[in-house]
């Protein structure tokens, strides 16, 4: 990875059961129309959304 290769600070977040899409609330009815693997997951959506939050107030003073 990029970031390890030239010493970068970095913070790898999970979210439990968060599949590709999960911010779109669309995306469980267009994953299952398409057979895809994605799907909504309010949890992960605000989990992540007050996560990105935290970073800017942090970062961004």
């Known amino acids: ?3 390890n290769a030239i010493g ?3 913070t790898f ?3 439990a059961n ?3 899409a ?3 609330p669309e995306a469980t ?3 299952k129309k398409f057979s895809m693997p994605i ?3 309010a949890a992960a959506d605000t989990a992540s959304f007050n996560e990105m939050l935290l970073f800017f ?3 961004l003073k």
Do not use: I, L
Request: glycine share 4%.
């Open 57 to 59: 107030h942090t970062v």
């Open 8 to 10: 970068a600070a970095y």
């Open 39 to 41: 799907a909504y997951n």
């Open 22 to 24: 999960f911010t779109n």
């Open 29 to 31: 009815a267009t994953g």
């Open 1 to 3: 990875m990029e970031s």
């Open 18 to 20: 968060a599949t590709h």
């Open 13 to 15: 977040k999970s979210f």
